[in-house]
């Protein structure tokens, strides 16, 4: 059900003016769902969230929900998908005219593939860890992206972004390459 509501919200509220397909990224501890388009007017991650939604496609919407995709309500979506797996986060790249959804693989107990679980659970990841791996996905996806961008779509200062990047820098995760005008960063796999 929750990626039922992610992708039913992709596509009903992605922005169709861009050429760009959706996207759907599987990897061993996440899924990412991307779709073209930043959100819209005012909403933020924190507004949608709470139950906020704007309708970027209404003819669309009109037509899902009278049936021709599962249709829950208006604003109730990413609610609910939250409800049934909160280990889910959402980054809304502005520069890149992007919408991320991520969710989450837990491990489960004595397992050591990761599975997703029915059940509601918290990842258990230090903050700090979580900020690094959000930046590093989003200078995987764009590595022009500045870092205003990245303290944006990662929800913290410009600051603490810098230092993120330092520390990524002497672990030998990524490099700047180039100027910092005209350059890219380099995730080292």
Request: net charge positive; charged share 25%; glycine share 6%.
């Amino acid at each position: 059900m929750v990626f039922e509501e992610l992708l039913v919200n992709a596509l009903a509220h992605r922005d169709y003016l861009i050429s760009a397909p959706i996207r759907l990224f599987i990897f061993d501890n996440r899924i990412d769902i991307v779709s073209p388009g930043h959100l819209p007017d005012n909403l933020t991650v924190a507004k949608i969230r709470a139950g906020n939604s704007n309708i970027r496609n209404p003819i669309l919407v009109s037509y899902i929900a009278k049936g021709l995709l599962p249709y829950r309500g208006l604003g109730s979506g990413i609610k609910r998908a939250l409800e049934n797996w909160p280990a889910i986060d959402f980054i809304d790249d502005r520069d890149g005219c992007l919408f991320t959804a991520t969710v989450y693989r837990q491990e489960s107990e004595g397992s050591v593939e990761p599975e997703f679980s029915s059940e509601k659970q918290s990842i258990k990841v230090e903050s700090s860890q979580k900020s690094s791996q959000k930046i590093i996905a989003l200078m995987q996806r764009n590595s022009r992206i500045t870092i205003a961008a990245l303290a944006r779509s990662v929800g913290i200062t410009d600051r603490a972004i810098k230092k993120q990047i330092e520390k990524l820098k002497a672990e030998g995760q990524i490099r700047r390459i180039g100027p910092d005008r005209s350059g890219h960063w380099e995730v080292v796999e």
